[in-house]
């Protein structure tokens, strides 16, 4: 079993940034590919980006690129979103997740784990 929780999140206006945090518990945080979803009201979830185990690999979501950035520390068993130039449309709820495996994953039915989330609003 793993155990996430999210941080970081809050009121920001457009053009600014906010780092998430999610931090793990539970089996060792090194063997699992860490990704971020994020869900707006009456929409379904939406991947945002994932990193592989080791930190080697990303990926992200076309609507974020080049402006969020995923990253993770295994050593304090925690990944990291950090997001810049936010817009309005950024608002939503953040959820960090896991699943073990080598490879990334970019589909929400893939991950075997999920933290609560946490509230991003951007406002314009």
């Known amino acids: 079993q793993v155990q996430l929780v999210e941080s970081g999140g809050g009121l920001v206006q457009a053009g600014g940034s906010l780092r998430l945090s999610c931090a793990a518990s539970?089996?060792?945080?090194?063997?699992?590919?860490m990704g971020w979803f994020r869900q707006a009201p009456g929409k379904e979830r939406a991947f945002v980006a994932t990193?592989?185990?080791?930190?080697?690999?990303?990926y992200y979501a076309d609507s974020v690129k080049a402006r969020f950035t995923i990253s993770r520390d295994n050593a304090k068993n925690t990944v990291y979103l950090q997001m810049n130039s936010l817009k309005p449309e950024d608002t939503a709820v953040y959820f960090c997740?896991?699943?073990?495996?080598?490879?990334?994953?970019?589909?929400?039915?893939?991950?075997?784990?999920w933290g609560q989330g946490t509230q991003v609003t951007v406002s314009s």
């Open positions: 990193i592989t185990w080791s930190g080697g690999n990303t």
């Open positions: 539970g089996r060792p945080f090194s063997s699992y590919a």
């Open positions: 997740a896991a699943v073990g495996g080598s490879s990334w994953y970019r589909e929400a039915w893939e991950y075997a784990y």
